[in-house]
């Protein structure tokens, strides 16, 4: 089972930018597409991006435009880069192959918290 560390989550204004990074303990590649995922209190966790081996990309269209997703195959990490954060952007950021996310009782990692506030 492949263990997912999120990590680069922080307090940023209205309009700042934030890279999160999420580590694989195993090869990515086998893994297939991966995305990210986030988490809003009160709210039910929802998709934001995922990323085919290939590169080809898709984003929610609450996100589009702002943020970016790729991944390195060889350090076997995927990559969120968030500029133009928003309050509504405030949640718990999450990472996991496209498939386990898909599961009825998929497993999640610890999550890595975005907090945008003034």
């Known amino acids: 089972q492949v263990q997912l560390v999120e990590s680069g989550g922080g307090l940023v204004q209205p309009g700042g930018s934030l890279r999160l990074s999420c580590a694989a303990s195993?090869?990515?590649?086998?893994?297939?597409?991966m995305g990210w995922y986030r988490q809003a209190p009160g709210k039910e966790r929802e998709l934001v991006a995922t990323?085919?081996?290939?590169?080809?990309?898709n984003y929610a269209d609450s996100v589009k435009g702002r943020f970016t997703i790729s991944r390195d195959n060889v350090k076997n990490t995927v990559y969120l880069q968030m500029n133009s954060l928003r309050p509504e952007d405030t949640a718990v950021y999450f990472c996991?192959?496209?498939?386990?996310?898909?599961?009825?009782?998929?497993?999640w990692g610890q999550g890595t918290q975005v907090t945008v506030s003034s």
């Open positions: 996991n192959p496209q498939f386990v996310a898909a599961l009825k009782q998929p497993n």
């Open positions: 990323i085919t081996n290939g590169g080809t990309t």
């Open positions: 195993r090869s990515i590649f086998r893994l297939g597409v």
